[in-house]
């Protein structure tokens, strides 16, 4: 400490040490947040729903989605994504996840929401799997800390049936 | 205890402050005298220009630590409370700032202790021991050829 410059090192040394403390801190309070998130997906219509020259099946729907997120804000969350994604078997595949829409809430006041759409995203299937199709729709999020880990979880929604015969 | 070399040779100095094990600077008595004369005429807030005391400096780094820490803690609980992320970095940074202002600066009050340095008329009191033999400077001349 004998000098200017070796004062003004050990004091920025230490003061960005204990930044790195209070955020680590602060990312562990994460932890005591327990979310109750809720979520709803009505199908109102199937627009359209056809095989494509390749041979893959594709359908538009219009989808009704109404969600309350807020519980999974906490002081160190910078933003939510969030993703509805169609999931379903087929021969080929276990597990098929096509994502239908996406959005980012960036704070508490717009996780209460409530939109009324068509898909996004594309629904195309891998193949010529859907028609008479039993599938889950889930909504899927990312809870984007300010610091530390970034945690995911989803609602699954299930008893969602696509039509026997292309429209 | 500390060393003061004058007439080109080294003498202890005696001081009664614990730290001042090893001084990081010599003077000659010349120089000392000379030094001496320049504080006489300068004013309260010269401490700017030159090095901290020990004592001074044992309390700049302790004073560094608690504010940093005290601000930390302050700043946690204020924006755990108001869970407000930017509330936690502002209170930081202002006691981050506040903390470099008392710190880092040579402030006068970090230089209530300073080292007393032996007067330069007791070391001409003592007399400049002399060589043991002159064997070292037979060796060095012989190096030299």
Redesign the interface.
């Known amino acids: 400490m004998h000098s200017f410059g070796y004062r003004a090192n050990a004091f920025l040394t230490f003061a960005i040490t204990i930044l790195a403390v209070i955020c680590a801190m602060a990312s562990v309070s994460d932890y005591f947040n327990s979310p109750s998130p809720t979520s709803q997906v009505q199908v109102l219509n199937i627009n359209w729903f056809q095989k494509k020259p390749d041979g893959d099946d594709e359908v538009s729907l219009t989808l009704n989605i109404s969600a309350n997120l807020q519980s999974l804000f906490t002081w160190n969350t910078k933003q939510v994504f969030v993703f509805l994604a169609a999931e379903y078997e087929t021969p080929k595949n276990s597990l098929n996840q096509v994502s239908l829409w996406d959005g980012i809430i960036p704070s508490k006041e717009h996780a209460q929401f409530w939109i009324h759409i068509t898909n996004k995203y594309r629904f195309i299937d891998q193949g010529s799997n859907l028609r008479g199709k039993n599938f889950n729709l889930t909504l899927h999020w990312h809870i984007m800390p300010k610091t530390g880990k970034m945690f995911a979880d989803k609602i699954v929604m299930s008893g969602y049936r696509l039509p026997e015969v292309y429209r | 205890m500390g060393l003061v070399l004058a007439h080109d040779t080294l003498y202890l100095t005696v001081t009664d402050d614990p730290h001042a094990l090893k001084p990081?600077s010599f003077q000659t008595a010349s120089s000392l005298r000379s030094s001496r004369l320049r504080r006489l005429q300068v004013n309260h807030f010269s401490s700017i220009g030159y090095?901290?005391d020990w004592q001074g400096?044992?309390l700049?780094?302790q004073l560094?630590?608690a504010m940093?820490?005290a601000f930390?803690i302050v700043?946690?609980i204020a924006?755990?409370a108001?869970?407000?992320?930017q509330t936690?970095l502002l209170i930081?940074a202002a006691g981050?700032v506040l903390?470099?202002l008392i710190?880092?600066?040579?402030w006068p009050f970090f230089n209530r202790h300073p080292l007393k340095w032996l007067d330069p008329s007791e070391a001409e009191k003592h007399p400049k021991p002399q060589p043991a033999s002159s064997g070292p400077k037979k060796k060095a001349s012989k190096k030299a050829n």
Request: aromatic share 14%; net charge positive.
């Open positions: 990081r090095k901290m400096q044992k700049a780094e560094m630590q940093l820490v930390a700043a946690f924006g755990y108001l869970e407000s992320f936690m930081y981050v903390t470099s710190t880092i600066p040579n």
